[in-house]
């Protein structure tokens, strides 16, 4: 038994839509057996599927090809999981890191720098008292004098 790739990756529910499937295959994100992959090749049982979603690549083994989209509970019948452990120690660096890709002043500051950049600005040595009893000078009084 065979089935079209896109639709196996969304009956496996590896992708919410077939579309994303599809569009996967496109930009050369699936890989069958090591080689890159359109959304019309056909997989079957045996096959190693290769799925690259930044940070990590994760791979399955194919039990049963099917096309209709089964239960999640159902999923051990239908593919394998053999995505290596260090993928998952990279996506969990990459989670603990946070928002580290935006090099620092390039773009819109994020709410974290804005409030930074609000307690810094702020006059923390001027009180109310201070601010009401500063009376500029005038230059054109000291001419008079």
Request: proline fraction near 6%; glycine fraction near 6%.
């Amino acid at each position: 038994m065979e089935a079209r790739l896109d639709k196996w990756l969304w009956a496996a529910r590896i992708y919410k839509t077939r579309t994303q499937a599809a569009d996967a295959c496109k930009n050369g994100r699936i890989a069958i057996n090591g080689a890159q992959a359109k959304a019309s090749r056909t997989v079957k049982a045996g096959d190693e599927v290769s799925v690259r979603k930044p940070p990590v690549t994760y791979t399955f083994r194919v039990i049963q090809p099917i096309e209709k989209r089964v239960g999640a509970k159902l999923l051990p019948d239908i593919l394998e999981n053999i995505t290596p452990p260090e993928q998952y120690e990279v996506l969990e660096m990459h989670r603990i890191s946070g928002f580290v890709g935006r090099a620092k002043g390039t773009g819109r500051p994020t709410k974290k720098d804005r409030r930074a950049l609000d307690d810094f600005t702020a006059p923390e040595f001027l009180d109310a008292d201070f601010a009401g009893d500063f009376q500029p000078f005038d230059l054109d009084d000291d001419e008079e004098d």
